[in-house]
């Protein structure tokens, strides 16, 4: 059966000249992994805009899961995110804002699991080559914010789609550029990203 996956890719932000995730979301964008039809857009990497970028999208694509992702310039592997948690802080965004310990939602939890199937699209990722591990954290900043948002819509609406977060490295061009960061070639962190909506479709599919 033909489904729908909203994935999101973030700008490039604070020393980061390129996001490799924009670009993997640019590529994908009309794909067909597994059951998903993939309808892929940028987020800017702002705390005013990003949540309503993209709760704007889930209203016009209406998807059946959705996976945003977002760059994590210094870790290894790829990173499903398992919560994320009702807070911005961090260092200035794109449009100068700098969050102090700010709340989310007002009333929203403190904090809320990704509804992915995240243990079994690591597993799926080591057997195929790409090293991948669960994370506890997605920080604070843009990503567990767009995480944090995603998943509340999803509780306050009592929806039943997967949805969440997976950082990844910075690609080969990323690190040349930035000069102090491990990295990937492009098509492993896209071709491992493809994994990941295969073990989605499989997952759900089979549930
Ligand atoms: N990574 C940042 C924000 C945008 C991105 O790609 C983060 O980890 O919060």
């Not at 996956?5 to 964008?29: H, Q, R, V």
């Not at 889930?58 to 994590?72: F, N, Q, R, V, Y």
């Not at 939890?109 to 990722?125: C, E, H, K, N, Y």
């Amino acid at each position: 059966m033909k489904k729908k996956l909203l994935l999101t890719g973030f700008e490039p932000f604070l020393d980061f000249s390129m996001n490799p995730t924009m670009k993997i979301a640019e590529e994908l964008d009309g794909a067909m992994v597994g059951d998903y039809m993939i309808t892929s857009r940028v987020l800017s990497v702002d705390f005013q805009k990003a949540g309503k970028q993209l709760l704007q999208l889930i209203e016009e694509t209406k998807p059946d899961a959705m996976i945003s992702l977002g760059l994590a310039g210094g870790r290894f592997k790829i990173n499903p995110e398992r919560i994320a948690v009702n807070v911005n802080d961090g260092p200035a965004d794109n449009q100068g804002h700098k969050p102090d310990n700010e709340v989310i939602w007002e009333e929203g939890a403190d904090g809320l699991f990704s509804t992915l199937p995240i243990s079994q699209m690591v597993q799926r990722l080591q057997a195929q080559g790409l090293p991948a591990e669960i994370s506890n954290t997605a920080g604070t900043y843009l990503c567990n914010h767009v995480m944090y948002q995603a998943l509340h819509y999803v509780r306050t609406n009592r929806l039943r789609l997967p949805a969440g977060f997976i950082h990844i490295p910075a690609s080969h061009e990323l690190a040349i550029e930035h000069g102090k960061i491990p990295s990937w070639s492009h098509d492993d962190l896209k071709r491992a990203i493809v994994i990941c909506v295969e073990t989605l479709s499989e997952t759900v599919s089979s549930s």
